[in-house]
């Protein structure tokens, strides 16, 4: 999870997530060395981080024999910095993770923990469904939780400039697992930026939400599925996931609908999107309910386009990523016995990041302001996209597809 580790995902679109890196990277072996180096600047950070979790309660035994002897590693600060080179197409994110296999082996677990999970859907609210696509997702049904030495990774990245204060508190809420006997630092392994066990949950989200499901006394989230499943249905409810409405669905939108209306920032009652002409996937009417929701077409017009309801932004807070949220509801569907996309998104070719970079600069240069040139196709990039688009008579998706890169003049993908 990185709900509450939502710095470390850009709110951009596509999203590029650490998620989307840590598979890539647990697909490379990347992460299974973490050689332990000397670094000055870690060293002379050391005795800060000390004070800070002294004064936030930690004990000195534990700061004294743990936190004292944790080592830079200069491999996370390698994997916090790379940059990926291209912007990740919705059809290569979604097929990459809603895999038949995946979906085989959800509905296999989710009829292996049925009597728990009716009763974690009973007390929480969350269909078992979900509990499985997230646990698909997370570390693929348990079958790879990570391989690096949390506290090690955490006091690095503490100790490093960029996001110091995050995860100083998150180190220190990982020292207090140590000091409740929740995990011993040698067995506190993880992702490496953080994420533990089966749900890939933050030192800090465990604090405040694992719960023993086992009735052995602990909530042990590397090894009882029944105490990952438990945290993780707890998780969701508390952040207020409404057990009567889905997490949104396929739709189909109208000839001339408006694609301006394609933002989570658009919301409206069901009323409005059935007044525009938007029909399940099936072709039925929307159902006359009392809901907001908003319209996300992921990747451009001629891909599917999905109406999405509130538990998809509780989605959204677990890990802040759109491809990922409609990945969790798309996979429970699936699990659950629901059939494929209607509308298969295109296969296109990725964009490179220096693509969207010139893109960027002839934005800016025709007087649509997309922010300083990144090569990151974020939420300003696709607002200018769109106000491009819609001057030119273009249908106004936000997506950059060939044409609006020919109208700019900038070189194709
Ligand atoms: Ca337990």
């Not at 004070?51 to 916090?80: C, F, H, K, M, S």
């Not at 997230?134 to 490093?160: I, R």
């Amino acid at each position: 999870m990185t709900a509450s580790a939502s710095p470390l995902n850009e709110p951009g679109f596509p999203p590029v997530t650490i998620k989307q890196w840590m598979y890539s990277l647990f697909t490379a072996g990347l992460l299974a060395s973490s050689a332990a180096s000397a670094d000055p600047a870690f060293t002379a950070c050391l005795p800060g981080l000390q004070q800070r979790a002294l004064a936030a309660g930690v004990t000195p035994a534990t700061v004294n024999a743990v936190l004292a002897n944790t080592n830079y590693v200069a491999r996370v600060i390698e994997l916090d910095r790379r940059q990926p080179e291209f912007s990740e197409t919705f059809h290569n994110y979604l097929t990459a993770r809603v895999t038949e296999q995946r979906i085989q082996q959800g509905r296999q677990m989710l009829a292996q923990h049925r009597p728990l999970l009716e009763k974690l859907q009973q007390q929480y609210g969350v269909p078992p469904q979900y509990l499985m696509a997230f646990w698909g997702l997370e570390t693929n049904y348990g079958s790879y939780l990570g391989k690096m030495p949390v506290l090690d990774s955490l006091a690095t990245l503490a100790c490093d400039q960029r996001r110091s204060e995050f995860f100083t508190l998150e180190l220190i809420d990982a020292l207090k697992m140590v000091d409740a006997s929740i995990v011993t630092p040698a067995l506190f392994v993880g992702s490496w930026a953080g994420a533990v066990g089966n749900m890939q949950f933050m030192p800090s989200a465990y604090r405040a939400h694992a719960i023993d499901g086992d009735g052995d006394g602990r909530a042990d989230l590397w090894r009882s599925i029944p105490d990952a499943l438990t945290s993780a249905a707890n998780y969701l409810n508390s952040m207020g996931w409404k057990k009567e409405t889905r997490w949104g669905r396929e739709v189909l939108l109208p000839a001339g609908f408006d694609y301006n209306f394609t933002s989570l920032a658009e919301r409206h009652p069901l009323s409005f999107w059935r007044q525009q002409g938007v029909v399940m996937a099936n072709g039925a009417q929307l159902p006359d309910l009392p809901m907001q929701a908003s319209i996300l077409v992921p990747a451009g017009h001629t891909g599917p386009a999905f109406i999405v309801y509130d538990n998809f932004d509780i989605i959204m807070r677990w890990n802040r990523s759109e491809f990922y949220a409609i990945a969790v509801g798309h996979l429970a569907d699936r699990i659950n016995g629901g059939s494929g996309l209607k509308r298969q998104p295109p296969n296109m070719a990725r964009f490179t990041n220096e693509q969207i970079r010139q893109l960027q600069t002839a934005l800016n240069g025709a007087g649509f302001d997309s922010g300083q040139p990144d090569g990151v196709l974020g939420s300003g990039t696709r607002k200018a996209v769109r106000a491009f688009q819609k001057s030119k008579g273009l249908i106004a998706d936000g997506f950059p597809s060939q044409d609006v890169f020919v109208a700019l003049g900038v070189a194709q993908p």
